[in-house]
């Protein structure tokens, strides 16, 4: 390898858990590689410390390679994702008061906040504020999509606000926002607390959504190939190790070091109906069709220049190619393809276009939406991708 000495960055959230266990159950150690993990306070650390190279690589909203790529934030610097570390895990909460509010009116959520929304207005109240982690981040257009199949426009009937997910319980509960969508175990720890109250998890929005990815610079990648693919190796294998292990996942998130929320809080969100997906479902695995899904959120609500050219955002960015050589030296059956329809599936499916076949999850959207990437086969490698192992 060409470097095993490695920083890699972690916000605490539950779906941390890839790189946390990589480090504690010594895959990364038998792998070659001698990681100190870095614990930080919120994705922007994450963005600014992975661009100055003071992180060799993190995990990320698996909207960051794009952003970065596009300078859609402070900096311009392109980042590649060769392996996912999450399906899901987010959760939408309100605050206790407005929960209450919305139980008056019975019925689904996001259809009784409109109804409130609309009665506030019509009463003169100020705006109601829901926070999520940062501006171009997979959680703010999960909170936009679910406020805009009940008609709510996200830019006029309310006020949206960045808070880093381990503040959210501390802003709700001051009455600073009324509402969040982060990810666990913060939507359990303020319902745990009778702060708040789940109205919605990620999967109801769009199930098998792609939440967290592990992102390096696209020149520390090209500089450290042997280095990136050892990293990868480790990481679908505690990811794996992740998905069968979930209280033991929790004991080790709960550690100071990391999460620092007592294990039964992490325990609950990880073994909820709505549980974060680690590794089954091909969870690990980049899809293209998902990166150019999050590029068409952006583009809806009006946050990409004009002229990006979003197919070729989405293949420097998301690298299948590098994940296949990573699970094929693992054994693992991979997909053959780069892109799926998203939204086509409400139940357990089997995708074929694959090594061996891999049985697949719900991909449903709430709204019964399909999306459809233009080009549903495999992409031709970009300019110095790597070629795919046969």
């Known amino acids: 390898m060409e470097k095993n000495r490695l920083r890699l960055g972690i916000v605490p959230l539950a779906d941390s858990a890839p790189v946390v266990v990589a480090k504690e159950r010594g ?7 001698e990681v100190e993990i870095s614990r930080e306070a919120s994705w922007a650390n994450i963005r600014d410390k992975l661009a100055l190279g003071v992180l060799d ?10 952003s970065m790529t596009l300078g859609l934030a402070a900096l311009k610097v392109p980042v590649v994702t060769a392996v996912a570390l999450s399906l899901g895990g987010n959760t939408i909460t309100v605050s206790a008061a407005l929960a209450r509010r919305l139980e008056a009116l019975g019925g ?21 504020t829901f926070a999520m982690v940062y501006p171009f981040s997979t959680h703010h257009y999960e909170l936009r999509y679910w406020l805009a199949a009940a008609g709510i426009d996200p830019d006029r009937d309310l006020r949206l606000a960045v808070v880093p997910p381990p503040q959210m319980v501390a802003h709700l509960s001051a009455g600073n926002i009324d509402g969040f969508c982060a990810g666990e175990p913060w939507g359990t720890l303020a319902a745990r607390l009778g702060l708040g109250k789940r109205v919605a998890s990620g999967n109801d929005v769009f199930a098998g959504r792609i939440e967290k990815v592990f992102g390096v610079l696209r020149d520390w990648a090209d500089a450290h190939p042997q280095t990136h693919l050892a990293v990868v190796k480790a990481l679908i294998r505690a ?3 992740c998905e069968e292990n ?5 004991a080790i998130l709960a550690q100071p070091a990391y999460v620092n929320t007592p294990a039964d809080i992490l325990r609950e969100g990880l073994e909820s109906p709505d549980q974060i997906t680690f590794h089954r479902h091909a969870a690990n695995f980049p899809w ?3 990166a150019l899904w999050y590029l068409g959120q952006m583009r809806r609500w009006g946050h990409l220049p004009q002229g990006v050219d979003e197919r070729r955002t989405a293949e420097e960015a998301y690298r299948p190619d590098l994940y296949r050589l990573a699970a094929l030296e693992l054994g693992l059956p991979v997909p053959l393809i780069d892109h799926k329809p998203e939204g086509a599936h409400a139940g357990p499916w089997l995708l074929e276009q694959a090594t061996s076949p891999i049985l697949m999850g719900p991909d449903c959207f709430m709204d019964g939406a399909l999306f459809t990437p233009s080009a549903a086969t495999p992409a ?7 070629k795919e192992s046969a």
């Not at 895959?27 to 590689?33: D, K, Q, S, V």
């Not at 690589?57 to 794009?66: D, E, F, R, V, W």
């Not at 031709?380 to 790597?386: D, F, L, R």
């Open 57 to 66: 690589g993190a995990q990320m909203l698996a909207t960051m390679p794009l």
């Open 27 to 33: 895959f990364f150690a038998e792998a070659g590689l």
């Open 108 to 128: 689904d959520a996001n259809a009784g906040l409109k109804q409130i929304i609309d009665e506030d207005r019509a009463a003169g109240r100020a705006k109601m």
């Open 288 to 290: 293209r069709s998902q």
């Open 380 to 386: 031709v490698p970009a300019a110095g991708e790597a």
């Open 246 to 250: 979930r209280a033991e996942t929790a």
């Open 239 to 241: 990811a794996s190790w």
